[in-house]
Nanobody, 114 residues
């Protein structure tokens, strides 16, 4: 399976970005898809996750600001990020779980700065 993430970039505080991640080279539907992020000098933490049944899980710090969604037909997961804060600056990694195995994308940088 290959994951291709897109949508990172630089934005001012209060702005919005939308990240997308497409899973290709697989005929299986992921049981879960989501996003982690890693800020400089920090560990990689869960941002948002979405199961094939539609259950969602968000980090407390992004609740109410970020929304995760998926397109099952396209095996794509997206993360709409609103009201971005400097603390959201990080490399964002998408992942999918296929047959119990996690696969990771290459990471996309999000910078929130004035």
């Amino acid at each position: 399976v290959q994951l291709q993430a897109s949508g990172g970039g630089s934005v001012q505080p209060g702005g919005s970005l939308r990240l997308s991640c497409a899973a290709s080279r697989t005929t299986f539907r992921p049981s879960a898809m989501g996003w982690y992020r890693q800020a400089p000098g920090k560990q990689r933490d869960l941002v948002a996750a979405l199961t094939s049944r539609g259950s969602t899980n968000y980090a407390d710090s992004v609740k109410g600001r970020f929304t995760i969604s998926r397109d099952n037909a396209e095996n794509t997961v997206s993360l709409q990020m609103n009201s971005l804060e400097p603390e959201d600056t990080a490399v964002y990694y998408c992942y999918v779980v296929l047959l119990g195995i996690s696969h990771w994308g290459q990471g996309t940088l999000v910078t929130v700065s004035s």
